[in-house]
């Protein structure tokens, strides 16, 4: 059964976009590509810093609200319905809440041969990206590093502390049917 | 019957995008938006300046072949599926193919109720900002300004040219149900 | 004497980014532009949000310390010397200290012909238009829309409140000598 | 004498702008940060793909004309000024002339002390990373690897093949006096 969806978990400055960029690049057919970055741009301003919605703490906590997982809940619909129209689909995503959040995917996704993959990062390596990029709250990478995996099931992982992004998806390329 | 579905369709540089942002400031509840490029940026890069892709080019055309086509079906398909699901959804759009664009749409909403929405603004003008803005080709805003609305019908219609972002969108909110 | 350095002064949102872009693309000669945007953005990350940098309140008040002017002064002499080595300079700044801060320019400038145009907008237009950017603290424009031409002296000054950002580009062009 | 100025040389994709911000972050003294990139963005639009100005070919090659020399050197000047007016300035360049590149800024700087630092990064390595970021037109990286550092003088190197651009800031501003 052909792989239909590839879901990269990992935590903030981990490497996730630049392996998707690199797996669109290698994979020989065309995929999309959707995360948890696209879906934060598709919601109002106004959620962004409100109980309900998203709030970015400043030591790089971040907690979510009602509003936002019913949304959140929604698009995770509208994804896997992308998928069963026939696009194959690339997801990253940060799973907050570790193996609750693929139990969430999961019931989403429902038939679809699916690829789970785990983006490590070591804290402190992902921490120094996070100061080079400079486009996040300092503090994410470390927090997220390890919590996001906890209880996690995945087909394979890939480490991009000492790999680089290209090579990751080469490794997961090859795992694509 | 609530308004579910908000669909703005408007030429390049016509302020589609202002529009959403003013519509999601001020719509009490939270609605989520997608359009045209945040589509494309879910493509692969390789299908930029592909002729199966989408090809720019540099007197400002826009053509699309047929990869494209069959990745944006399925996309439609999934923001169809977030409406299903519950979500609130405005869609920005460019109909290069008019009312073929818009029969489209319609094929794949079906049920829920949708308020369509024509964004006009005379071609010198976005011309202009076409350059104001400074990150699109130019001559994209002129070749589109009028094309994109033969042919489709509209429950409403505002016009930039002389009217703030902010206001239009107000008229707009004024017609959800 | 050839106008060798263009100086827009006015508040967040009230355009005179897309009047910039305009300017260099309607000048027969090419033109170099920076601003107060381009110098936050060379200061290093940890600048902001710290005392002796660069607050941004959450109503939308700025204020800058002593480690921002110091550095800011330096960059003045910086442009001010791009422009003695030959190059014409456009610079668009905001003078959150009114006159002062003319007079600061003043006297980085010196000699070189100098055009002082001020860019005006409507309070609630500029704050609407804060919405439809999306990437602005709300309150800025409201804040900034007055206080910033308190007691400073145009060659020219322009109105984005009904007036396209080419147009007044345009007005702003036949003034440069 | 203090260190007034960080000059750093590398191949596009070689990681130049992460270690900048690192340094900013590392260094206790606040350093502004200008480049290739910021000076780019300064330009008219129209100077792109035009003779006189910047061109990017598809094969990632990149020539710059008269204009565009004429305005650099005035851009030159006046970052030199700024480090006179007392600012510490990070400065991050692509040598394309090498030797030459590096002579006009020893011209330009006449002075103050600078630490010249070569970015170094395997070809295939920068090729992968330019991939992974998505910005970049593909071909820069391998082309401009090795032909940039041909013939220049550096107080030190750094290469990001293997080491993080935080490690490789905290090399430089161990060297920084």
Chains 1, 2, 3, 4 share one sequence.
């Not at 400055?13 to 995360?35: H, M, T």
């Not at 390596?125 to 099931?153: F, N, Y």
């Amino acid at each position: 059964m052909a792989t239909q969806v590839i879901i990269l978990n990992g935590g903030s400055s981990s490497g996730k976009s630049g392996i998707v960029r690199c797996l669109q690049a290698v994979l020989p057919d065309p995929w999309l590509a959707f995360g948890c970055d696209s879906f934060v741009d598709a919601l109002p301003a106004k959620m962004r810093d409100s109980d309900g919605g998203i709030v970015f703490a400043a030591d790089g906590g971040v907690s979510v609200g009602a509003d936002f997982r019913a949304l959140e809940a929604a698009w995770m619909e509208g994804v896997v319905a992308m998928v069963r129209a026939g696009a194959r689909v690339i997801i990253d995503d940060v799973f907050l809440g570790g193996a609750e959040s693929q139990k969430r995917w999961q019931k989403a996704l429902g038939g679809p041969a699916v690829l789970w993959v785990g983006v490590r990062c070591e804290s402190a390596v992902a921490a120094g990206r996070e100061i080079a990029r400079g486009d996040r709250v300092r503090g994410m990478a470390a927090l997220q590093a390890d919590v996001v995996h906890e209880g996690v099931s995945y087909d394979l992982e890939v480490d991009t502390t000492r790999t680089e992004s290209l090579l990751c998806a080469r490794t997961i390329a090859a795992r694509v049917s």
